[in-house]
């Protein structure tokens, strides 16, 4: 079945960086798009990302955009999620996406 295991979460101060990888199994990961979600603290789930199934094209959310770069490595079957210039507002549980299955999920805190 599909897999997809998100790590690389942690506590950074503001103005740190962080990258995110999903670990990808039980499907063909050429094949599709990825996405990442954040959920902060009592707020709805917010699409941060995609990528095309060969990487050529991504999209992002307004928040984020020319902070984060989404990227992925087909031959390792993982998605990258880079982020820079963190802020506070950044601080959610962060989830990988695709073929309408979720992974468990990585925490992102930004604190001082």
């Known amino acids: 079945q599909v897999q997809l295991v998100e790590s690389g979460g942690g506590l950074v101060q503001p103005g740190g960086s962080l990258t995110l990888s999903c670990v990808a199994s039980g499907f063909t990961f050429t094949d599709y798009g990825i996405n990442w979600y954040r959920q902060g603290l009592g707020k709805g789930r917010e699409l941060v990302a995609t990528i095309s199934p060969t990487g050529a094209n991504t999209a992002y959310g307004r928040s984020v955009k020319g902070r984060f770069t989404v990227s992925r490595d087909n031959n390792r079957n993982t998605c990258y999620l880079q982020m820079t210039r963190l802020e506070p507002a950044d601080t959610a549980m962060y989830y990988c996406?695709?073929?309408?299955?979720w992974g468990q999920g990585t925490q992102v805190t930004v604190s001082s």
């Open positions: 996406n695709a073929l309408n299955s």
